[in-house]
């Protein structure tokens, strides 16, 4: 099979936390898992204090992770239930910090949806973004805010066509990058601003919200690597 790390984590005291997946390879047994998501926490000194795998699915997918205020992890990625099926259907699963599963739900809408980032919020709860496509075309950027049991609040699209990979809280709410795009909501979905950062970043990748509430995207330009710092507007700096 092969493996993969896609997201990471640091926990308040100086363990990691990584997710990621396994995919197979060659012929399976009838009924095996064609993916399977893996959680593995590391201390400070890079002991692998445990691992597990996840997934009842046919094939289940972990892109990213989150950690809350208890220690907890959220993990965000993608679920199949036919394994023939081309489109999969977003899902989140809570652990508590020794890998048990507290909760997960997947979240049913149309077409091909998954999340690729999420974050705690200060309102106890989580945003997850990813993205949203359509016929087989990537249609926009997706966001969900769910409370501290996973339950959906709201869904919301980005402006922008393309992957929401850059995700940060923010006092209030949270940060989410699209492409060139930023935008910033509250808990409640409503936008308070957008600005573009595509003429020095055309591809944000991730992003951090500073203490005076600027923001600083890192990503792609061209053939470049790019790296932008906005004030608490979004206006580059």
Known sequence: RADAVLGVARAGNGDLVAVGEALAVGSL??????????????????????????????????????????????GVGGVK?????????????????????????????????????????????FVASGSRWSGGVLAKGWLAKVDSDGHARWFKDTLVADEAYGLAAAPGGFVVATAGKLQRFDHLGAEWWNATVEGVCAKVYDLAVLPDEGVVAVGQHGNLPCVVRTDAWGHPT
């Open 29 to 74: 047994p009838a009924g095996a898992p064609d993916a399977v998501g893996l959680v593995a926490r590391i201390d400070g000194n890079g002991k692998l204090l445990w691992h597990q795998e996840y997934g009842t699915q046919p094939s289940t997918h972990l892109f990213g992770v989150a950690l809350a205020s208890d220690g907890g992890i959220v």
């Open 81 to 125: 239930a036919v394994k023939a099926a081309a489109d999969l259907t977003p899902w989140l699963v809570r652990l508590d910090p020794g890998g048990k599963v507290l909760w997960q739900h997947t979240y049913g809408r149309a077409d091909d949806q998954y999340f690729l980032r999420a974050v705690p919020t200060d309102d106890g709860g």
